[in-house]
């Protein structure tokens, strides 16, 4: 299982910090993504971290904004995100995957003043 959190409504500018903890998987064997979908578009990669988190991968729109960590000891991956904007608005998905594969509920995110 997977739960997200920290989202919310932020002004443009502002930064948010989401979370996602996992139970019931060995959290350390996974790599873990945030994805996002916005109303009306198809959910999108944004960033990708390995098990060790020593390889992480970010999708244009979140590079030098984003940023994506893990501690392996909490079973929780996090999404720093900085320098938000509107296009930022999104339900926050995180993945794990390690052949199999497991979603989250999704945490949304409202960039607007």
């Known amino acids: 299982q997977l739960v997200e959190s920290g989202g919310g409504l932020v002004q443009p500018g502002g930064s948010l910090r989401l979370s996602c903890v996992s139970s019931?998987?060995?959290?350390?064997?996974?790599?873990m993504r945030w994805y996002r979908q916005a109303p009306g578009k198809e959910r999108e990669f944004v960033a990708h971290?390995?098990?060790?988190?020593?390889?992480?991968n970010y999708a244009d729109s979140a590079k030098g904004r984003f940023t994506i960590t893990r501690d392996n000891s909490k079973n929780t991956v996090y999404l720093q995100m900085s320098s938000l904007k509107p296009e930022d608005t999104a339900v926050y998905y995180c993945?794990?995957?390690?052949?199999?594969?497991?979603w989250g509920q999704g945490t949304q995110v409202t960039v607007s003043s």
């Open positions: 993945n794990a995957r390690a052949g199999r594969e497991y």
């Open positions: 019931g998987l060995i959290f350390s064997a996974y790599e």
């Open positions: 971290i390995s098990s060790t988190g020593h390889r992480k």
